[in-house]
């Protein structure tokens, strides 16, 4: 069956520190990959996706994420957080039915 | 980014009693999902919904579940008689095709005493 893993379930940063979240999952065929963040109190939103093309990606908030296919994984990165950037994240995997599969999610606090 | 609206934000019922959980897409997506995370746990796909008809469904939605889009806008999940196991975080989500970005609401809390 599919899955996605997400190692960290907790992560405590202080300001200014880079920022790795770890996501594999398993699946052969082609996927879509995502990134979404779920700050307190609010809905989960697109940080970044994968369909395609260049495995580095862009997302907004200055994370980007690196899809590697021989590790079945895509990292999510910042090289500085903020406080603002406490929230909760999530990756999923889209592999060619409807349905997303979720990570276990990665609750972030960063301290000021 | 294109939103969902969803309604109730919270609601509470009582075990054995049905919920209507509602979606407005603010769009002219044609596919719907429906989510749940139970608290502390990860985000699960219940259904998915395009063109009037179920497309895929998960193990969880069992015959207590149902769909529908009566009015070609709201889209709804049914639970006919809730169980204390229902209780979680339910979210809608559209797409614009079946392999595009999947869109999220703000959910709604399922509290069944």
């Known amino acids: 069956a599919q899955s996605v893993s997400q190692h960290n379930h907790h992560v405590i940063l202080s300001e200014a520190a880079s920022l790795e979240l770890g996501c594999n999952y398993s699946y052969g065929g082609t996927v879509n990959l995502f990134w979404y963040v779920q700050y307190p109190g609010q809905h989960l939103q697109l940080l970044l996706k994968?369909?395609?093309?260049?495995?580095l990606v862009k997302g907004i908030k200055g994370f980007e994420a690196e899809f590697i296919k021989s590790k079945f994984s895509f990292n999510l990165r910042k090289p500085s957080v903020q406080w603002s950037d406490t929230a909760e994240y999530f990756c999923?995997?889209?592999?060619?039915?409807?349905?997303?599969?979720f990570g276990t999610g990665t609750r972030l606090k960063v301290l000021a | 980014e294109p939103e969902v609206t969803q309604t109730p934000s919270h609601q509470v019922t009582q075990m054995g009693q049905e919920v209507i959980l509602r979606c407005v897409p603010i769009?002219?997506?044609?596919?719907f999902y429906w989510y749940r995370q139970i608290l502390g746990q990860k985000v699960e796909f219940l259904v998915s919904?395009?063109?009037?008809?179920?497309?895929?469904k998960s193990e969880i939605f069992d015959d207590q579940f149902s769909v529908e889009r009566p009015d070609g806008s709201n889209f709804t999940l049914k639970i006919r008689s809730t169980k204390l196991e229902d209780s979680a975080m339910y979210f809608c989500a559209r797409s614009g095709g079946a392999s595009d970005t999947q869109y999220f609401g703000p959910g709604t809390r399922l509290t069944v005493l």
């Open positions: 994968y369909f395609s093309g260049d495995p």
């Open positions: 919904f395009y063109n009037n008809e179920i497309s895929e």
């Open positions: 769009s002219n997506h044609l596919y």
């Open positions: 999923a995997v889209h592999s060619g039915t409807y349905k997303y599969i």
